[in-house]
T-cell receptor
């Protein structure tokens, strides 16, 4: 069975600091990888996704993620965060042989202080 | 396009009551799914559907029923509500690219409290 592990449950950082959120997955086959963001009181929005090709994926709002197949990781990064990046971030994995069944990590709550 | 819509936004039930959470999408997506979100547990898949007339169970299906009579609608029924079903429920639908991959788009959620 596939599983997704997010390393940190809570992260607090100051504006302009760099952000990196870890995500590791366990799955025996080829995967599609996603990062979703949930701003306070809102629904999940797709930040970025990896299907194939260049393992460095750029998403919206200055976020990027790198797929390292040998480490089963898909870490999310942003060089300089803003207060508006305060949100919960979810990593999700789907096997390419499954009909859209996403496996989510537990989420990381990120708080950016002014 | 309205995308994925859910009603109601909030609901309070008493133990043993039944209700239906509505989900609709106007993107002609084949795939639709229901998740519940609980603190510290991320989102867990309840039921999903790969097309009208086809549904299957996800990770936590007990206590919930679904049906898919049209492409647009995918209601989730709670048969006899229990406090353990207090959660935020999200509906999602997926597109398909030429290679068959899917990206899921989420609705705004329904916050359900069972007393």
């Amino acid at each position: 069975a596939q599983s997704v592990s997010q390393h940190n449950h809570h992260v607090i950082l100051s504006e302009a600091a760099s952000l990196e959120l870890g995500c590791n997955y366990s799955y025996g086959g080829t995967v599609n990888l996603f990062w979703y963001v949930q701003y306070p009181g809102q629904h999940l929005q797709l930040l970025l996704k990896y299907f194939s090709g260049d393992p460095l994926v750029k998403g919206i709002k200055g976020f990027e993620a790198e797929f390292i197949k040998s480490k089963f990781s898909f870490n999310l990064r942003k060089p300089s965060v803003q207060w508006s990046d305060t949100a919960e971030y979810f990593c999700a994995v789907k096997g390419t042989d499954s009909w859209g069944k996403l496996q989510f990590g537990a989420g990381t709550q990120v708080v950016v202080t002014p | 396009n309205a995308g994925v819509t859910q009603t109601p936004k909030f609901q309070v039930l008493k133990t043993g009551q039944s209700m239906t959470l509505q989900c609709a999408q106007d993107m002609n997506h084949e795939y639709m799914s229901w998740y519940r979100q609980d603190p510290g547990m991320g989102l867990r898949l309840i039921h999903y559907s790969v097309g009208a007339g086809i549904t299957d169970q996800g990770e936590v299906p007990n206590g919930y029923n679904v049906s898919r009579s049209t492409t647009e609608d995918f209601p989730l029924r709670l048969l006899s509500a229990a406090p353990s079903q207090t959660s935020v429920y999200f509906c999602a639908s997926s597109d398909r690219t030429g290679t068959g991959f899917r990206t899921q788009y989420f609705g705004p959620g329904t916050r359900l409290t069972v007393l």
